[in-house]
C-alpha cells in the first residue's frame, strides 16, 4: 500500500477530490498555505493499494494543470534604503508537488 501527499493549489483542489472519489479513490484533504506566494493551497492524502498508484497519480496530472499569473513582488526603491515598491511579476502556479509513500501498516477503525 502507498500514501500519496499532494500538494495543490486551491483553485484545483476541489474538482481534484470530486474526480479521484469518483474514480473511488479515498481521499483527506487538509488546508495549508505556500510558501513563495502565501497563497492557500490543499494538501490531499490519498492511501492506494500498489498497483492503483499509477491511476490515481494520472488524475492529479490530468486535473492539476499549471498556468501562468501576475503577482506583486517587492523590490528596493532607488536610493531609499528599506523602501520596497510592489511591481508586478509573471509566475508559474498550478500543478501539484506529489510525495508516495510505503505504508508499513493501514488500519481503519
Known amino acids: 500500500m502507498k500514501l500519496i501527499i499532494a500538494i495543490v493549489q486551491d483553485e484545483d483542489a476541489s474538482r481534484l477530490v470530486s474526480t479521484l472519489m469518483n474514480e473511488g479513490y479515498g481521499v483527506t484533504k487538509l488546508a ?3 510558501g513563495f506566494l502565501r497563497a492557500g493551497n490543499t494538501t490531499l492524502l490519498v492511501g ?3 498497483d492503483k498508484v499509477d491511476g490515481a497519480m494520472g488524475i492529479i496530472e490530468k486535473v492539476c494543470k499549471c498556468r ?6 517587492p523590490a528596493p526603491m532607488a536610493g531609499a534604503a528599506g523602501v520596497y515598491v510592489p511591481y ?3 509566475v508559474t502556479v498550478g500543478g501539484a508537488t506529489i510525495f ?8 481503519k477503525v
Open 68 to 73: 501562468k499569473q501576475m503577482a506583486a513582488s
Open 32 to 34: 495549508t498555505t505556500g
Open 88 to 90: 508586478p511579476i509573471e
Open 48 to 50: 492506494v493499494e500498489d
Open 100 to 107: 508516495v509513500l510505503n505504508v508499513e501498516n493501514f488500519v
